[in-house]
């Protein structure tokens, strides 16, 4: 991986919590955590773009705590709201 330039991403993913116990495990570690909805895909979509971004970089690498927030919609529903508004799905 080091001879090609490759990011390390560790992606965990976990049981429905509340945001305030993800902020306070993100903050009590020297490895960077980068905590996401895993129901919104646009999201989950940065914050690989962002890690990988950043591996690529030299800042070293992150995990990826992707968490079903407690009382988050649904996934397909929210993409599928999120194409119908850009045009790119037919009603």
């Known amino acids: 991986m080091e ?3 490759l990011p ?3 992606i965990a993913q976990g049981e429905p919590e509340p945001r305030a116990d993800i902020h306070r495990r ?3 570690t020297k490895i960077p ?3 996401v909805d895993d129901s919104d895909a646009v999201a989950v979509c940065r914050v690989m773009q962002e890690s990988t ?3 690529r970089s030299g800042w070293g690498g992150v995990v990826i705590h992707a968490t079903r927030l407690l009382g988050s919609a649904d996934p397909v529903a929210g993409m599928e709201q999120r194409l119908r508004i ?3 799905l037919d009603s």
């Open 3 to 5: 001879e090609r330039n």
């Open 8 to 10: 390390l991403l560790v």
């Open 26 to 28: 993100a903050t009590a």
């Open 33 to 35: 955590i980068l905590p």
């Open 53 to 55: 971004l950043r591996a």
């Open 86 to 88: 850009r045009g790119l």
